[in-house]
């Protein structure tokens, strides 16, 4: 059946329950809030529900997306598993610290290097391997995620004005403070089924084939299954499985399959949930005895905090002036470029080990535009030219090599 213009199917009321749905979200902090999507020209197809286990009343794909955009869900607590397999090479630790690195996290220096409980750091840890996070939520004010690691365990409590990161492995203990309506940081790591839902669904467009793939219970509750897929050729991504709670309208799983098929890139859902209020004592924090308390301004006057390595920290700064990467495709083909002004990566010959090592994490490629280096993952490759341009988006190799030889 051919896709239906949502401008045709959504009325001017349920537009504006999008748009206040948005704003509300914006003011949590911690990533397990409801947050509004945008629906406008949604290409859908008007697939039913009408399959799977349990039973549940008939919706279309656009139905169950305005549930998701005007869902409310103010109070949860519960626990979530959150795998990730971006096939990235077994480095022995060092992306870890790499990742660390560039989010101003600690290391050998101490002090000079940052605080162990920072969020911006510890969070990044996400983005491999499996973890177990505890999260809970009341309102705009009170939240907390617990990451919980081996013996060791960091939080991440907002609770007012207060924001505390702790970690008890390195007992050390990030503070810091907001005034007046908080507004969640894009940069923020997603945690939760709903966070990496809102991340997809800001993907769809006309490019975009939406449905609804049935019923499925996850957590013990009735949930409808939302079925993402590119209509293009050429993208990464297979498709996306978002399990919607048939109740609330809350995401309560995320899966993203990629093309070239096999385990799922990322797979986020809730084991156990409860929309149940928590609590008080769930947001009380007091700093441990002993711990190293770090407070977000002192972190911020740091020289050079953040940065791997001040030449790298200065051409990043140097793209944000100049208005950050062009975009150049559409929809799940879209790729970012920008130019480092020559910089292409070390050769074997030239950079010695480092050029050889980096060079054994890619595949030479050459075309109209020249040679140059692609690294993969399972979704999101990039080109580097010799010539020092940069190519990037979750699209295949030679996706990336003909939009190299376009832009000649």
């Not at 986020?268 to 004592?281: H, L």
């Not at 929809?331 to 020559?342: H, K, Q, R, S, V």
Request: hydrophobic share 35%; net charge negative; aromatic share 4%.
């Amino acid at each position: 059946m051919a896709p239906i213009d949502s401008d045709d199917n959504t009325t001017a009321g349920a537009d504006e329950g999008l748009r206040a749905g948005r704003r509300r979200a914006a003011r949590y902090v911690v990533p397990v809030a409801v947050m509004g999507v945008a629906a406008a020209t949604i290409g859908l197809v008007p697939a039913i529900a009408d399959s799977g286990d349990p039973d549940l009343p008939k919706v279309t794909a656009e139905q169950l997306i305005e549930k998701i955009a005007t869902s409310d869900v103010q109070q949860l607590s519960g626990t979530v598993k959150i795998s990730t397999d971006l096939g990235l090479p077994d480095l022995g630790g060092l992306e870890s610290g790499l990742m660390s690195g560039m989010s101003g996290g600690s290391g050998p220096g101490g002090d000079e290097e940052g605080s162990a409980a920072d969020p911006s750091a510890k969070l990044t840890g996400l983005v491999t391997g499996t973890h177990t996070l505890r999260v809970a939520a009341d309102g705009p004010d009170r939240q907390k995620l617990s990451l919980l690691e081996n013996a060791a365990e960091y939080s991440l409590i907002h609770d007012g004005k207060d924001v505390w990161g702790y970690d008890s492995k390195s007992n050390e203990v990030y503070h810091s403070t907001m005034s007046g309506s908080a507004e969640q940081s894009e940069e923020e790591v997603p945690a939760t089924p709903k966070d990496f839902a809102d991340q997809a669904l800001k993907a769809v467009d006309d490019t975009t084939s939406v449905t609804v793939d049935g019923t499925a219970q996850v957590a013990g509750r009735d949930a409808y299954r939302l079925m993402i897929k590119p209509k293009q050729s050429g993208s990464t991504v297979g498709a996306i499985s978002v399990a919607v709670d048939a109740k609330t309208g809350m995401p309560l799983k995320f899966t993203l399959t990629p093309a070239s098929g096999g385990a799922a890139v990322v797979d986020v859902g809730f084991t156990q949930v409860s929309f149940a209020k928590p609590d008080a004592s769930t947001f009380d924090f007091t700093p441990p005895k002993g711990a190293k308390v770090t407070e977000a301004d002192e972190a911020a006057e740091a020289p050079e905090r953040g940065r791997a390595g001040g030449d790298l920290g200065e051409e990043m700064d140097g793209l944000k002036e100049q208005g950050g990467p062009e975009v150049i495709g559409e929809g799940w083909n879209a790729i970012a470029t920008f130019d480092t002004g020559g910089q292409g990566l070390p050769t074997a010959s030239a950079g010695g080990d480092l050029g050889g090592f980096l060079g054994s994490f890619g595949d030479q490629v050459k075309g109209n535009f020249g040679s140059g280096t692609v690294f993969k993952t399972r979704l999101v490759n990039a080109l580097i030219t010799d010539d020092g341009k940069v190519y990037a988006g979750a699209v295949t190799k030679d996706a990336l090599v003909k939009a190299a030889d376009a832009a000649q």
